[in-house]
Protein backbone atom coordinates (compact mmCIF):
# COMPACT_ATOMS: atom_id res chain seq x y z
CA UNK A 1 0.00 0.00 0.00
CA UNK A 2 0.91 3.96 -0.62
CA UNK A 3 2.02 5.79 1.91
CA UNK A 4 1.47 9.69 2.05
CA UNK A 5 3.95 12.57 3.06
CA UNK A 6 2.63 15.63 4.11
CA UNK A 7 4.55 18.67 4.33
CA UNK A 8 2.00 21.23 6.62
CA UNK A 9 1.47 25.21 6.66
CA UNK A 10 -1.11 27.29 7.48
CA UNK A 11 -2.33 28.04 4.60
CA UNK A 12 -1.20 25.27 2.12
CA UNK A 13 -0.12 22.28 2.57
CA UNK A 14 2.10 20.25 0.03
CA UNK A 15 1.69 15.98 -0.63
CA UNK A 16 3.48 13.50 -2.13
CA UNK A 17 2.64 9.50 -2.52
CA UNK A 18 4.63 6.59 -2.84
CA UNK A 19 3.56 4.16 -5.69
CA UNK A 20 2.11 1.09 -4.39
CA UNK A 21 5.63 -0.92 -4.18
CA UNK A 22 7.06 1.80 -1.52
CA UNK A 23 9.79 2.01 -3.80
CA UNK A 24 9.24 6.04 -5.01
CA UNK A 25 7.96 9.65 -3.94
CA UNK A 26 6.36 11.26 -6.17
CA UNK A 27 4.80 15.00 -5.52
CA UNK A 28 1.05 14.43 -5.39
CA UNK A 29 -0.26 18.11 -4.77
CA UNK A 30 -1.00 20.82 -3.11
CA UNK A 31 -3.92 21.42 -1.05
CA UNK A 32 -5.20 24.36 1.13
CA UNK A 33 -4.81 23.36 4.40
CA UNK A 34 -9.03 23.74 5.57
CA UNK A 35 -9.58 21.35 3.14
CA UNK A 36 -7.05 19.11 3.70
CA UNK A 37 -8.63 16.51 5.99
CA UNK A 38 -11.63 16.64 3.36
CA UNK A 39 -9.27 15.64 0.62
CA UNK A 40 -7.54 13.00 2.59
CA UNK A 41 -10.36 11.31 3.43
CA UNK A 42 -11.40 11.20 -0.73
CA UNK A 43 -7.80 10.18 -1.41
CA UNK A 44 -7.40 6.89 1.02
CA UNK A 45 -10.99 5.74 -0.29
CA UNK A 46 -9.49 5.76 -4.03
CA UNK A 47 -6.31 4.63 -3.38
CA UNK A 48 -5.31 2.12 -0.84
CA UNK A 49 -2.94 4.23 1.46
CA UNK A 50 -1.63 2.49 4.78
CA UNK A 51 -0.15 5.88 6.96
CA UNK A 52 0.49 9.15 6.26
CA UNK A 53 4.70 10.30 7.35
CA UNK A 54 4.11 14.10 8.68
CA UNK A 55 7.05 16.42 8.53
CA UNK A 56 7.79 18.12 12.18
CA UNK A 57 9.23 21.37 11.89
CA UNK A 58 12.34 21.73 14.92
CA UNK A 59 14.77 23.99 15.19
CA UNK A 60 18.52 22.86 14.66
CA UNK A 61 18.93 21.96 17.82
CA UNK A 62 15.72 19.92 17.96
CA UNK A 63 13.80 22.11 19.94
CA UNK A 64 10.04 23.02 19.08
CA UNK A 65 9.47 25.34 16.53
CA UNK A 66 6.24 28.23 16.52
CA UNK A 67 4.70 25.92 14.05
CA UNK A 68 5.30 23.03 16.41
CA UNK A 69 1.79 22.95 18.14
CA UNK A 70 0.33 23.76 14.61
CA UNK A 71 1.36 20.05 13.45
CA UNK A 72 0.57 18.51 16.56
CA UNK A 73 -2.80 19.54 16.56
CA UNK A 74 -3.15 18.46 12.66
CA UNK A 75 -1.84 15.38 13.87
CA UNK A 76 -4.24 15.05 16.30
CA UNK A 77 -7.30 15.83 13.79
CA UNK A 78 -5.65 13.31 11.03
CA UNK A 79 -5.39 10.35 13.85
CA UNK A 80 -9.60 11.61 14.71
CA UNK A 81 -10.68 11.25 10.75
CA UNK A 82 -8.72 8.20 9.89
CA UNK A 83 -7.92 6.03 12.84
CA UNK A 84 -7.47 3.43 10.42
CA UNK A 85 -4.10 4.60 9.34
CA UNK A 86 -1.08 5.30 11.45
CA UNK A 87 1.32 8.42 11.49
CA UNK A 88 4.98 8.68 12.03
CA UNK A 89 6.39 12.65 12.14
CA UNK A 90 9.86 12.87 10.12
CA UNK A 91 12.52 15.65 10.97
CA UNK A 92 11.15 18.51 8.44
CA UNK A 93 14.99 20.34 9.16
CA UNK A 94 16.12 21.51 5.65
CA UNK A 95 13.66 20.30 3.54
CA UNK A 96 12.81 23.72 1.85
CA UNK A 97 16.13 24.76 1.45
CA UNK A 98 16.35 21.58 -0.48
CA UNK A 99 13.11 22.07 -2.35
CA UNK A 100 14.44 25.49 -3.63
CA UNK A 101 18.03 23.62 -4.29
CA UNK A 102 16.27 21.31 -6.21
CA UNK A 103 13.69 23.74 -8.25
CA UNK A 104 17.17 25.57 -9.07
CA UNK A 105 19.05 22.52 -10.15
CA UNK A 106 15.98 21.70 -12.45
CA UNK A 107 16.38 24.87 -14.63
CA UNK A 108 12.71 25.83 -13.62
CA UNK A 109 12.10 29.36 -14.57
CA UNK A 110 11.50 31.88 -12.37
CA UNK A 111 7.51 31.84 -12.05
CA UNK A 112 8.03 28.05 -11.33
CA UNK A 113 10.50 28.59 -8.49
CA UNK A 114 8.28 31.74 -6.95
CA UNK A 115 5.34 29.31 -7.02
CA UNK A 116 5.36 27.87 -3.23
CA UNK A 117 2.63 25.44 -4.35
CA UNK A 118 5.38 23.41 -6.15
CA UNK A 119 7.83 24.13 -3.12
CA UNK A 120 5.38 22.68 -0.68
CA UNK A 121 4.97 19.49 -3.18
CA UNK A 122 8.79 18.85 -3.16
CA UNK A 123 9.14 19.17 0.35
CA UNK A 124 7.21 16.90 0.85
CA UNK A 125 8.46 14.53 -2.14
CA UNK A 126 12.19 15.09 -0.43
CA UNK A 127 10.25 14.08 3.28
CA UNK A 128 8.74 10.94 1.58
CA UNK A 129 11.95 9.81 0.31
CA UNK A 130 13.84 10.47 3.35
CA UNK A 131 11.43 8.44 5.43
CA UNK A 132 11.81 5.63 2.26
CA UNK A 133 15.48 5.31 2.49
CA UNK A 134 15.15 5.26 6.23
CA UNK A 135 12.75 2.14 5.72
CA UNK A 136 15.58 0.65 3.59
CA UNK A 137 18.23 1.09 6.48
CA UNK A 138 15.94 -0.89 8.76
CA UNK A 139 15.74 -3.69 6.68
Known amino acids: MRVLAIDFGLKRTGLAVTDPLRIIASALETVETKALIDYLKKYVVKEQVDGF ?48 QTLLDSG ?22 GWLQQQDQRR
Open 108 to 129: AGKMNRRDKGTLDRISATILLQ
Open 53 to 100: VVGLPVNLNGAATDATPHVQAFIKELKRHLPNHWVETVDERFSSTMAK
